[in-house]
């Protein structure tokens, strides 16, 4: 079946460094590409999202690149901080027209002070 | 502004018991999901409901059922909970089409003693 592959499952870096979360879908047909972030205890919330006719987006410390050829995409953090430690998950649209996502298993990131 | 309501934060329910999970949203958003989230298994699908009195099984449908009787309300029954079922339940919504993010409940943490 389809599939999001997300790695790392855990990730570690001191503040002020980058972190890269990346992720392979195996729908061809998948067209748009969002991040969420999970802060404990609360809500997974969209923090970026990216379609297939764009290959890079940024919005602030964020961004998402996409390649389409190689179907991988991945966030990139940079300058991170302490309230950027959460889990990510990245997500494909898949299926039909009806607009299902299909969500990796998710990224622990800790940022160290 | 909640815009996605989850009647319960936290619930304890008896193995046995039929147990109701509401869900209810404000954005006239067609499509509605449920997802259990369990450490290191990532969100998995259980339900999912295009329309009203529509519904589609997910990934892990076994033991759940579902209801949509008005496109604002989306309820997940346990018909006889069971320990296994002891999880955190997320439910989420988006308009219908390819390209729309979801919007998420903050969740019900079921505990079935």
């Known amino acids: 079946g389809e599939n999001v592959e997300q790695h790392p499952s855990t990730l570690s870096v001191q503040e002020g460094d980058s972190a890269v979360i990346k992720c392979t879908y195996s729908?061809?047909?998948?067209?748009?590409f969002p991040w969420y972030k999970q802060e404990l205890g609360k809500r997974p919330q969209l923090i970026i999202d990216?379609?297939?006719?764009?290959g890079e987006k940024k919005d602030q410390r964020i961004a998402v690149t996409l390649n389409k050829t190689a179907k991988h995409f991945s966030l990139h953090i940079t300058e991170t901080q302490p309230e950027d430690s959460a889990v990510y998950f990245c997500?494909?649209?898949?299926?039909?027209?009806?607009?299902?996502?299909?969500f990796g298993k998710g990224t622990k990131l800790s940022v160290k002070p | 502004d909640v815009k996605v309501t989850q009647s319960s934060r936290y619930l304890v329910k008896r193995t046995g018991e039929k147990v109701f999970l509401e869900c209810v949203q404000d954005?006239?958003?067609?499509?509605m999901f449920w997802y259990r989230q369990d450490p290191g298994l990532g969100l998995r699908l259980i339900y999912f409901?295009?329309?009203?009195?529509?519904?589609e099984k997910g990934d892990i449908p076994e033991g759940y059922s579902v209801s949509r009787e008005k496109k604002e309300r989306f309820s997940l029954i346990l018909e006889s909970a069971s320990t296994n079922q002891t999880s955190m339940y997320l439910c989420?919504?988006?308009?219908?089409?390819?390209?729309?993010?979801?919007?998420f409940g903050s969740g019900t943490r079921l505990t079935v003693v």
């Open positions: 989420a919504s988006s308009l219908r089409g390819r390209g729309y993010g979801y919007t």
């Open positions: 729908d061809s047909a998948s067209n748009y």
């Open positions: 990216i379609r297939s006719n764009v």
């Open positions: 997500a494909a649209s898949w299926g039909g027209s009806q607009g299902n996502l299909i």
């Open positions: 954005m006239d958003h067609e499509n």
């Open positions: 409901s295009y329309d009203v009195k529509m519904k």
